[in-house]
């Protein structure tokens, strides 16, 4: 996902554009530059040494994903999850999504508007078998739900459909315990095909799309759309048997994974 970050070299060069950046419209002095430079330079570097905090947020997370996996395999031969990837923040782009946010540029202000420093992407083949994940996650007493946004329910103008849920998690540290919120985003197979050609052509084109793009984009977002309502259908040919209960009641009304067939759960 983000690029390599390079903790060890100097940001004076990021930290001059990052001023430069603070300061468009206005025309700072040459003093209040450098007092601007300082600051940013100091919560640069104090985020450095934070980044750790983040990625064990990512690895008590990734833990409980890996248990579920692990044990609904052991028990069912199948597994609702299909792949996983993480993602953390350079600290470059936590300073340019800093700047391009509202708010104070310390440290405490940024940790407070900025939650998907730590990200968790977790693809599934089933609709049901996403939500059944944020359920089962969200039950679980360690964790605290901060946000939820069902995408799938309510997907963006564009099409784009996901789960993403901001989770907290404890992270027990040797003088203290640090609340870490972790971005979580769930969604299936062709959700997640979707998404990664979207956000490749977004890039591309720095989001002009041209016309034809996009409506072949558009279309593609229906098709996979329908794709995902088949396959549900199909779940239910190879649902296991027993129902494993315990979620949270998050998603009201939404089968997990091994939840007896209803027949007409085809996903919103
Ligand atoms: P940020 O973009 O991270 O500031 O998020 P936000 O607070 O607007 O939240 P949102 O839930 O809309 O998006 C969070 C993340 O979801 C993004 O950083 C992307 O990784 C992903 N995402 C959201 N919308 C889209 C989309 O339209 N296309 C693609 N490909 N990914 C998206
Ligand atoms: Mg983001």
Request: a negative charge; hydrophobic letters at 40%.
């Amino acid at each position: 996902m983000d690029a390599a970050p390079s903790p060890q070299e100097p940001p004076e060069h990021r930290v001059r554009e990052l001023v430069t950046a603070r300061t468009a419209g206005g025309v700072p002095t040459a003093a209040e530059q450098e007092e601007i430079a300082a600051g940013l330079r100091q919560v640069y570097e104090e985020f450095i040494a934070l980044r750790m905090h983040y990625q064990f947020g990512i690895d008590e997370v990734l833990t409980k994903v890996e248990i579920l996996r692990k044990e609904f395999e052991q028990m069912h031969d199948y597994s609702p999850i299909e792949h996983v990837r993480t993602r953390l923040k350079s600290v470059e782009s936590l300073m340019e999504k800093a700047l391009r946010t509202e708010g104070e540029m310390t440290v405490r202000a940024i940790r407070e508007r900025i939650h998907d420093i730590a990200g968790i992407r977790i693809t599934t083949s089933f609709v049901a078998d996403a939500y059944w994940i944020a359920d089962i996650l969200a039950a679980q007493g360690d964790l605290e739900v901060l946000t939820v946004k069902d995408y799938i329910a309510s997907p963006k103008p564009n099409g784009y459909r996901s789960l993403h849920l901001i989770v907290q998690v404890p992270v027990y540290l040797s003088t203290h315990v640090e609340q870490v919120p972790v971005e979580l985003q769930i969604r299936t197979i062709a959700m997640d095909f979707w998404a990664s050609t979207e956000h490749k052509l977004s890039y591309k084109y720095e989001k002009n799309l041209p016309p034809a793009l996009r409506a072949e984009l558009d279309d593609a977002a229906r098709v996979a759309h329908e794709l995902d309502q088949r396959m549900e259908r199909l779940r239910g040919e190879i649902r296991p048997q027993a129902a494993p209960g315990g979620g949270s009641g998050l998603f009201p009304g939404r089968p997990g994974p091994a939840a007896p067939p209803t027949g007409g759960d085809a996903a919103g």
